[in-house]
């Protein structure tokens, strides 16, 4: 007689049962060490999965008059260990609204992760630690909006020693975020790669010797204020003469991404400037030299006594329309070209003899010779430059 085994249930079969959970994001520090714990608002002990642990878990509940601590059975998974089932969640009918809600916090996460949003940096206790940034405005507008809809199980888990008191839900959500991001550079072979286990090797790591980098880091992408460059174009836009460009940098307030104001009128008090910040002129002094390695011609702006525009020649329009394209963004800046140039500005191509060679181009009535092709930029009338 055989002995019948009992059935195990298959991992795309406990993802569901747990996508029907309520989850919370538990904090830890680093943020990586934080874990998703699962568990059902009617005291019910949810799936055991293997590859995470039991718990007893305290979350905050109404009560008959007030918010309650209640302690209630949860599996606590890995942030990397929850994201398949939180980003399943997503496409469940049958899922709780918190795993929904952290399965759209789950592929935000993924999504900086994937457009290279990580910044180096120390947490609280010394130890190496990736997180989510730089973010743009629209990245914050978009956090800011989640954060708002994020149900009461989702963020249940009371702070340590205050009884009832949650953790702010926009708070609690940045720090899922910045656990997200310190998963993916953490491979296998990251810390050969890197030769050397900081940022690189999945148990935290102390560095207290680069707290200073770590410092300007933050100091850099933590200001209160944006920097962009606006282009502006005058004089005309002809065969004859060519137009004439100038940059002007300015200001944006990362809480109101739409208060924008000139960096000249920060630096010189103008009273019907709106400043986006109390250390506006503090954050634009430590933004603006990192713009110059990206752009050098941005370089004039820092011996300046008032930042007002750097005049650009033929020269620096080349390099940032080919060279810093896409260098801008990753320095945290942006570019702004006027919208006439949008439908003025064209690529193509030039064929013709090559450099020293006279006479009929090759190609025509039989000539024979090398070809000479270049690309080149045109604006509006300016075909030929």
Same mark, same amino acid.
């Given at each position: 007689?055989?002995?019948?085994?009992?059935a195990?249930?298959?991992?795309?079969?406990?993802?569901?049962?747990? @996508?029907?959970?309520c989850?919370?994001?538990?904090p830890?520090?680093?943020?990586?060490?934080?874990?998703? +714990?699962?568990?059902?608002?009617e005291?019910?002990?949810?799936?055991? &999965?293997p590859?995470?642990?039991?718990?007893?878990?305290?979350?905050?509940?109404?009560?008959a008059?007030?918010?309650e601590?209640?302690? %209630?059975?949860?599996?606590?998974?890995?942030?990397? +260990?929850?994201?398949p089932? *939180?980003?399943?969640?997503?496409?469940? +009918?049958?899922?709780?609204?918190?795993?929904?809600?952290?399965?759209?916090?789950?592929?935000?996460?993924?999504?900086?992760?994937?457009?290279g949003?990580?910044l180096?940096?120390?947490?609280?206790?010394?130890?190496?630690?990736?997180r989510?940034?730089?973010?743009?405005?629209?990245?914050?507008?978009?956090?800011?909006?989640l954060?708002a809809?994020?149900?009461?199980?989702?963020?249940?888990v009371?702070l340590s020693?205050?009884?009832? *008191?949650?953790?702010?839900?926009?708070?609690l959500?940045?720090?899922?975020?910045d656990?997200?991001?310190? @998963?993916?550079?953490?491979?296998?072979a990251?810390?050969?790669?890197?030769?050397?286990a /900081?940022?690189?090797?999945? !148990?935290?790591?102390?560095?207290?010797?680069r707290?200073?980098? /770590?410092?300007?880091?933050? +100091? !850099?992408?933590?200001?209160g204020?944006?920097?962009?460059?606006?282009i502006?174009?005058?004089?005309?836009?002809? !065969?004859?003469?060519?137009?004439?460009?100038?940059?002007?940098?300015?200001?944006? /307030?990362?809480?109101?991404?739409?208060?924008?104001?000139?960096a000249?009128?920060?630096? @010189?008090g103008t009273?019907?400037?709106?400043r986006?910040?109390?250390? /506006?002129?503090?954050? !634009?002094?430590?933004?603006?030299?990192?713009?110059?390695? %990206?752009?050098?011609?941005?370089?004039?702006?820092?011996?300046?006594?008032?930042?007002?525009?750097?005049?650009?020649?033929?020269?620096?329009?080349?390099?940032?329309?080919?060279?810093?394209?896409r260098?801008?963004?990753?320095?945290?800046?942006? %570019?702004?070209w006027?919208?006439?140039?949008?439908r003025r500005?064209?690529?193509?191509?030039?064929?013709?003899?090559?450099?020293?060679?006279t006479?009929t181009?090759?190609? &025509?009535?039989?000539?024979?010779?090398? *070809?000479?092709?270049?690309?080149?930029?045109?604006?509006?009338?300016c075909?030929?430059?």
């Amino acid at each position: 007689m055989r002995a019948v085994l009992p059935a195990v249930p298959s991992v795309p079969s406990l993802i569901s049962e747990l @996508t029907e959970c309520c989850a919370v994001f538990v904090p830890g520090v680093p943020a990586r060490t934080g874990t998703v +714990a699962f568990w059902q608002p009617e005291g019910l002990a949810p799936p055991p &999965v293997p590859w995470g642990a039991a718990a007893d878990l305290t979350v905050a509940l109404p009560g008959a008059e007030d918010v309650e601590g209640v302690t %209630v059975p949860a599996v606590l998974l890995s942030v990397r +260990a929850a994201l398949p089932v *939180l980003t399943r969640a997503r496409s469940s +009918a049958l899922a709780h609204r918190a795993c929904v809600f952290w399965g759209a916090a789950a592929l935000l996460a993924l999504d900086c992760a994937a457009r290279g949003l990580l910044l180096p940096g120390l947490c609280e206790s010394g130890h190496d630690a990736w997180r989510a940034g730089p973010l743009g405005p629209e990245d914050t507008e978009l956090i800011r909006r989640l954060a708002a809809s994020m149900p009461l199980e989702a963020c249940a888990v009371p702070l340590s020693g205050t009884g009832t *008191l949650l953790l702010a839900p926009e708070g609690l959500l940045r720090g899922f975020l910045d656990a997200v991001a310190d @998963t993916p550079p953490r491979s296998p072979a990251a810390s050969l790669a890197a030769g050397g286990a /900081a940022f690189a090797a999945k !148990a935290p790591q102390f560095v207290p010797r680069r707290a200073s980098r /770590a410092a300007d880091v933050a +100091a !850099a992408y933590d200001a209160g204020v944006r920097l962009s460059l606006r282009i502006e174009v005058s004089g005309p836009v002809s !065969a004859e003469a060519g137009p004439r460009f100038c940059a002007v940098p300015q200001l944006h /307030a990362v809480s109101d991404p739409a208060l924008v104001v000139d960096a000249a009128e920060v630096w @010189t008090g103008t009273p019907s400037a709106e400043r986006p910040g109390p250390r /506006a002129r503090t954050d !634009a002094l430590l933004a603006l030299p990192r713009t110059a390695p %990206v752009w050098p011609a941005l370089e004039r702006l820092l011996s300046a006594a008032v930042p007002v525009a750097v005049d650009l020649d033929d020269e620096d329009v080349t390099v940032l329309l080919r060279d810093a394209a896409r260098a801008p963004a990753a320095a945290g800046f942006e %570019v702004q070209w006027p919208m006439e140039l949008h439908r003025r500005l064209t690529t193509g191509v030039l064929i013709g003899a090559s450099s020293g060679q006279t006479g009929t181009p090759p190609g &025509v009535d039989g000539a024979v010779g090398p *070809l000479r092709r270049r690309r080149v930029l045109r604006l509006g009338a300016c075909a030929g430059r």
